[in-house]
C-alpha cells in the first residue's frame, strides 16, 4: 500500500514546475492570480469505478487522459482556456503505486497539452471502487464565454464532429471480443481517450457568430433538451443530418444495434454542440474548414415551444432526455 | 431513486440566488469575476463513507455541516475569505430524498453563515458507499495571506483551541454507549459538526504578526511535521502545554485512553495552528482576548533541524507524524 505523502510527493514531482503567479500543490489551498479582464470558469466531474470507467478495459494510462479530458471540456464547451487542475482520488487498497504512477502519467500529460496547471488535490482511502473527482478552472475575457441559455428561434443547430463513436466504443470494450475490439480503434479511442475541443471553443466563442453551446457528455438528445430548457425554446433535429462515422455505422452493424440511437443516446463523445443564427451558418462552416481544416455539421433548428423533436422519414417524436442520466441508472 | 435532474433542481433551489458577479448551477461551469487586488485560493477535500464517516451516527444534516466545514476550514488556514462552493456527490441507491434533501440543507446553512455561494458540482452513482468531493474558491487581498512555509527559527507555536476533543468524540461514536455520548455532547460535536475559524484566521493573516499557519486535520503531530518540512525547520513541543479540555480529559479517562495521544495522534479538530515571532505573542494574545473573547495558546517553539519533538518530564520524543493517514490506515 502506498503512503499518502509519498503519492503527494510523486505527483508534486509530475506535475511539473508552477507558473509565477501560481501557488501550486503543498499547502491547504494552492493560490493564483486572476488575469485583468478575465471571468473565471470552474466546474468538477466525479468519476466512478463501475459507472464511469471499468479498469477491466481501461487502462491506468488512458484513464488519466480520459479523467482530464472530460474535465477540459466542460471549459471548453463555454469557449474558455483551461488553466488549473485539482485532482482528488478515493483509492482502494488494492492499486500499487505502479498502475498510479501510470494513472499520474497520463492525468498529467493530458494537462500539458493544454498548458494546463495541476495545483492541488486530495488524496484519500477508498474502501470499495476507485473514485475521481476532478476540478478545473479555465478563464475567458469578458464578454466571449457561451452559455446554454443563448440560443434563439431559428438558429442553426450544429455539432462539432460525428456522433457515437463513444457509446459504440463502449458497447465494443463490454463485448471483449478481440476481433470486434481490433477493428475499429477510432471507437475504442473514443470511448477511452476522449479529445477535447478547446481550440475550437475558443474560436467559436471568439467570434460572435454562435450563440448558445454546450459539450455532449449525455448524448445528443439529452444534451440538446437541456440546450432547450436554458434557452426556453424547442429543437427539430434531421435525423438524416445527424453525422455518423463510417466505423460507427459498420460497428452498430456488427453489434445489431441502431447507429442513431447510439448518436441521441450513447453520450460520452465531448463534441461542441452550438447554435448560430440561420445567416451565419454557411460563413462559420467555411470558417472553420479553413482555419481547423475540419467540418462542423447542421443537425436542425431552434424553434419556438419545448422538447427535442426528432424528424425523419418516419415521421417525428420526441426524443428529449433519453440520453444517459447518471443517477438513475 | 432520485433522479439526476430532479436533485439538481432541489439543490438549485436550496443553493438560493446568487450575486451578480456569478453565473451559478446549471451550465457546463460557473462563471464569476475575481475581485481586485485579491488573490484566489482553491482547494479540494473528498469525504468517504466508511471512512471519513460513518451514517450509523452521522445524521444528514450534521454530515451536510462538517462536509462543507472541513472545506471552509482550509480557506480559514490560509487567513482567505471563502466565496464559492462546487458540491459532488457520487450517491448510492439507498439514500432517499429526504436524506439528500436533509443533506443539501445542512450543507446549505453552513454555506450560508459565511455568506458562501454554492455554485456547481455533480452528482453521480456510485456502486459502494456515498463519497462526497467538495471543491471551494476564496479570496484574500495579496500580501495577506499565510503559508505553512512562513516559520522562523524560535518563533512561539501556538493553537486557537484545545485538542483531541474530535478525536474522543470520535471514539465515544465508535462505541455507541448512549450514556457516554450524552456524559460529553461537546466532544462529540467536535467530531459531527467542527466549526471552521474563519474570522480567526482572517484577523490573524491581517494583523501582520502571524509568520505561518494551517488547520489542524490531521493531528498535532502529522500538522506541525507538515509545518516544519515546509518551513525547514524543526520545532520542541511542551507538552505541559498542550490545551485540553475538561470534557477531554473526563472522556480519556472512561475510555481509558491517553488524552495527550488525542491531542497529538488524533486529528480534525480543525484549529488553527501558527507561528508567530516570540516577541509579538504576549501581544496577538491579548489582542484574540480583546477581539474574539478567547484564548490561543503558546505550545512550544520553532527550532532549526528537523522533526517534532515532544518534550515533557519523561524526556523528549519525535512524534513526527503519528498523525491520521488517510491512505494507509
Known sequence: MVSERQLIDYIKRAAGKTPARVQGIGDDCAVFGARAGCKQLVSVDTLVEGIHFDLAWHGPRELGHKAAAVNISDIAAMGGKPCFVLLSMALPARLDFAWLTAFTEGFTAELREYEIVLIGGDTVASPAGLSLSISIIGEAEEGRILYRSGAGVDDVIMVSGPLGDAALGLKLCRQGRKDLLASWPRLTAAHLTPRPEVALGRHLA?????????????????????????????????????????????????????????????????????TCPAAAAEDLRQEVMAVFKRQIFRIGKMVSGRGVLLCGRDGERDVSFQGYEHVTE
Open 206 to 274: 471568439a467570434g460572435g457568430k454562435v450563440t448558445a453551446m454546450l459539450d455532449m457528455s449525455d448524448g445528443l438528445s439529452t444534451d440538446l433538451a437541456h440546450m432547450c430548457e436554458a434557452s426556453g425554446l424547442g429543437a427539430r433535429l434531421d435525423a438524416d443530418l445527424i453525422p455518423v462515422s463510417a466505423p460507427a455505422r459498420q460497428a452498430a452493424s456488427a453489434l445489431e444495434t441502431d447507429v442513431l440511437d447510439a448518436a441521441l443516446s450513447g453520450g460520452e463523445d465531448y463534441k461542441l454542440l452550438f
